[in-house]
C-alpha cells in the first residue's frame, strides 16, 4: 500500500519540520498577564539586545518580522528607490519563489546574475549594463546573496569581503538573505558576524524559521542608511507585530546556549550522513557539494517517479532530472539511514 503523506517519510524541506520544544515553551511562558504592544515589551527589548550583540552591537539594529520573503523585501524597501534594481543569482528565492514580491512592493526591478553553484562571483557584476545614458534603464543599488545558498553551497569570509568591495566600489549595497544563516555558521565553524557585518554585509534577513522556529525572522541592519526609514516600512509592509514578544520569545529561546546553531549543525551532519549512505548507489549522481543540511542530485527520470512514490522530496529541476533531498532540525539517523535505503532498492531493483 503507497503510504500517505503523514506516514512518508519526509526530505522536501526543512520548512516541513516541527517547532523545536524549547521554541514552544518559551511562546507559552509569555502567554502570561498583559504586556506592551508592537515591540514596547520586555521580552522584545532584550531579543533585540541579544541579536545585535551576535554582531556586535555597536551600529547594529534589529527589528523582528513574520516571514523570510518579508525580510527580503523590507530590506530592499528600506534602501532602493523604485528606479533602481536588485541585483541576485539567477537561483535565489528573490528571482524563483517570493513571486516578484520586491517588483510589486518596492517598484524596482530585479536583474538576475548567472552564478555558478548558486553563488556570485565579483567577476559577474562586470556584465551589468550600467545603461547607454540616463534616465533611460535602471540603475543598481542593492546586490542580493544567499547563505546558505539555494544550491546548497555557501560563501566563506573572504568570498563575502570580495563581492562587499566590488559592490560598495560601484556605489551599492550588499544585502544576505540568510534564511538558513545557522547552517552556514555551523558549517564554518564561525561566529555569524564574521562572514555578515565583518565582511562588509549591510543588511541581512536573519531566519531561524527553518532552524525551528515558528516563525521568527529579523532584518538587521549595519549602518544607519537603512535604520532611518526602516520602522515606517516595516509598518507600510504589514510586518509590525501587534504582539511582537511571542516572535521575541522564539528568539530568546533559540539564541540560549546556540541552541539554534546546535540545531543547524545537527541537521547538517544528517545530510553529510545521507551523502555518504548514497554516493556508491548506481544511477545516484552527486550534483553539489554539501555545505549546508541539502543533498543535490540528478536521478533517471523512471527512478524519480519510482522514488517520489515511496518518499518525499523536491524534484529540483525537471529538465535536468535534479533534486533536493534536505534534513531538519528533527531528522534522525534512522531517519536517513531508511530513506537511503529506499534510494537503494529503488535504483538497482533485483
Sequence with gaps: MTPTFEDRRHF???????????????????????????????????????????????????????????ANVLCAAAVTAPFQAVLC?????????ECGAIERFV????????????????????????????????KPRLLSITQVTEMGTLYTPEEVKALAAAAHDRGWLLHMDGARLANAAAFLELPPRAFTVDAGVDLLSLGLT????????AVVMFGEEASRSFPYVRKQ?????????????????MLTDDLWLQLAG?????????????????????????QGNGVFVRLAPDRMRKLLAEVTFAVWDPQKGEARWMTAWDTTAADVDAFAETVRQIMTPR
Aim: net charge negative; charged share 15%.
Design 12 to 70: 522536501y524541506s526543512d520548512n516541513l519540520a516541527g517547532t523545536h520544544p524549547a521554541v514552544l515553551q518559551a511562546i507559552a511562558d509569555a502567554n502570561v498577564g498583559h504586556s506592551l504592544a508592537y515591540g514596547e515589551d520586555p521580552l522584545t527589548a532584550e531579543a533585540i539586545a541579544r541579536v545585535c550583540q551576535l554582531f556586535g552591537g555597536d551600529g547594529v539594529e534589529a527589528h523582528f518580522v513574520f516571514n523570510g520573503t518579508a
Design 237 to 253: 509592509g504589514l510586518q509590525l507585530a501587534s504582539k511582537m514578544r511571542f516572535i521575541s520569545a522564539q528568539f530568546l529561546a
Design 89 to 97: 543569482s539567477e537561483t535565489s528565492h528573490i528571482q524563483w519563489d
Design 266 to 290: 545537527h541537521a547538517n551532519e544528517m545530510a553529510q550522513r545521507l551523502r555518504v549512505s548514497v554516493q556508491d548507489i548506481p544511477g545516484v549522481e552527486l550534483v553539489h557539494p554539501t
Design 107 to 138: 517598484g524596482c526591478r530585479v536583474l538576475a546574475l548567472p552564478s555558478v553553484g548558486g553563488k556570485l562571483t565579483p567577476d559577474c557584476l562586470d556584465n551589468i549594463a550600467e545603461g547607454h545614458a540616463e534616465p533611460h534603464q535602471s
Design 210 to 217: 527553518k532552524t525551528g522556529a515558528m516563525m521568527a525572522e
